[in-house]
């Protein structure tokens, strides 16, 4: 007894010795009996809340700072409508302001600078996807010549994910009980979980055409469901 204590004593130390943040050795469990590794997954459905879209104006004149201003303006005009959605500061970013000069090329004469083109850009984040089309219609009659998007997600997936790793870990004790019984064997334990990542595809971006009129049918955007999926590697004692 008085051993074993001096043992434990000696193994606290050595672990408080430790600098917080290294890379401690792994402990590996010994395995009686045979060893069965197995990987598994576990798959959930949902709806997307979340909506993403880059919504852009491009404009051109004879000169830069005329291009540029009138993007900014017809920009100012595009997040007034946002604001006026409900759009909070936080769904709106600036991804894009760019100015590029625009030439003419004509047979076996040096290009000719006609004037620029100017870009501003900004991702909008839509919480209410039963709206956005809406919100996309007034952008475009308020100024916006370039919509992209929608890219469906979901805001806050980790509820649904710790569902999928239930179910992978469901799963691959399900499948090691095959393996044990199609052998004469039975699962004793689990000597390890090793989660690959909880992944959910997102879909890429479906373009939407930047020439819709004001006056069409309204655009509507359609959730659909995701997929969210956990991989497990598994290992069992079988006796």
């Known amino acids: ?36 590794d197995v990987n598994a997954t576990g798959e959930v459905t949902r709806v997307p809340d979340l909506a993403v879209i880059s919504a852009g104006v491009v404009t051109r004149a004879a000169t830069a700072g005329s291009a540029l201003s009138q993007a900014a303006a017809r920009m100012a005009r595009v997040r007034a409508a946002l604001k006026a959605a409900g759009i909070e500061d936080r769904d709106i970013q600036t991804s894009n302001i760019s100015l590029n000069p625009e030439y003419r090329y004509d047979n076996n004469q040096p290009p000719r600078l006609t004037g620029y083109s100017a870009s501003n850009t900004v991702n909008v984040r839509f919480r209410d996807i039963a709206n956005a089309g809406k919100v996309i219609d007034a952008l475009v009659a308020e100024g916006a010549n370039q919509i992209n ?37 039975r699962v004793v334990r689990i000597v390890a979980v090793s989660e690959s990542g909880g992944s959910y595809p997102v879909p890429p971006p479906m373009p939407v055409m930047a020439q819709v009129r004001a006056e069409a049918a309204d655009s509507k955007i359609d959730p659909g469901e995701q997929k969210l999926q956990v991989n497990l590697a598994m290992t069992f004692e079988l006796q």
Not at 1 to 17: E, K, T, V
Request: glycine content about 10%; aromatic content about 2%; hydrophobic content about 55%.
């Open 1 to 36: 007894m008085i051993r074993s204590a001096i043992f434990a004593a000696g193994l606290l130390a050595a672990a408080a010795a430790v600098p917080a943040g290294a890379q401690q050795a792994t402990i590996t469990q010994a395995i009686g009996g045979t060893r069965l």
């Open 149 to 185: 998007g929608p890219t469906l997600t979901i805001d806050k997936p980790e509820a649904a994910l710790d569902e999928a790793r239930a179910k992978a870990v469901a799963a691959g004790r399900s499948r090691a009980e095959l393996y044990a019984r199609a052998m004469g064997l």
